[in-house]
């Protein structure tokens, strides 16, 4: 191998590692924006709210759940960038830029089936672009933001059923301390008990979780 070679194979060694190194740093926005984390993280802290306890689990313990969560719901969806895209580029297969066009169709197929045809007609709209046939038509610019208000909509739906059963819990102790007179006493303080033993006992947890990873099917 001559002189000009090894350097054209150092050279795209280099570019290869400052990519790797500039995408590393948008890994967090990727995290929130194009996968499940958000509706994962959003769901959990419902059920904390719902249930009271304000600083169980703590902030730290509802991230890492919604991260190794979100690499479960990703499984299928990752494995496929690794294939299609990661694989062939490590080859020397492809080229950097084709890598990167491959890495997108799984991901786009994923947030589509998560994403409402409304919110997706309301950012093409917003951008004014034109009314598309098909799914390729689709801009990725126009897609992230509809995946996300889809997210925000379908966690926040989740989070009001979460929140019914406990919201009956407090009004019964509610009216129960009013009718015996006991207004000075919050209801809170009465009524977390007995919500967190309702939790423990429906398994609570596994249903919220099973929820969770079947919404995305």
């Known amino acids: 191998m ?13 570019v290869q ?23 994962i993280l959003i769901v959990l802290g419902f059920i904390r709210t719902a249930v009271g ?7 730290q313990v509802l991230v890492g759940i919604a991260l190794f969560l979100t ?3 990703m499984s299928p969806t ?9 694989e062939p580029l490590t080859h020397h297969h492809i080229s950097t830029t084709a890598a990167i066009k491959d890495a997108e169709k799984p991901l786009r197929e994923f947030m589509f089936r998560q994403t409402r045809t409304q919110d997706i007609s309301l950012f093409v709209s917003l951008a004014h672009a034109k009314s598309p046939r098909k799914r390729s038509e689709v801009p990725t610019e126009v897609l992230i933001p ?3 208000v889809s997210e925000l909509k379908t966690a926040f739906q989740i989070g009001f059923l979460i929140f019914l059963p406990f919201l009956i819990i407090d009004l019964i102790v509610s009216s129960t301390l009013m009718s015996m007179g006991m207004i000075m006493l919050p209801p809170t303080f ?14 609570g947890w596994d249903l919220v979780i099973k929820a969770l990873v079947q919404s995305f099917h």
């Open 53 to 59: 306890t304000n600083n169980a689990p703590p902030n």
């Open 2 to 14: 001559d002189g000009a070679a090894v350097n054209g194979l150092n050279s795209s060694n280099a």
């Open 190 to 203: 009465i009524s977390l008990p007995f919500k967190v033993l309702l939790f423990v006992l429906v398994d």
């Open 78 to 86: 990752i494995s496929a960038i690794k294939k299609e895209a990661i």
């Open 146 to 148: 509809a995946f996300i």
């Open 17 to 39: 590692i400052l990519l790797l190194i500039g995408g590393l740093t948008l890994v967090p926005a990727v995290l929130f924006t194009v996968t499940g984390f958000s509706r």
């Open 71 to 73: 690499i479960f719901v």
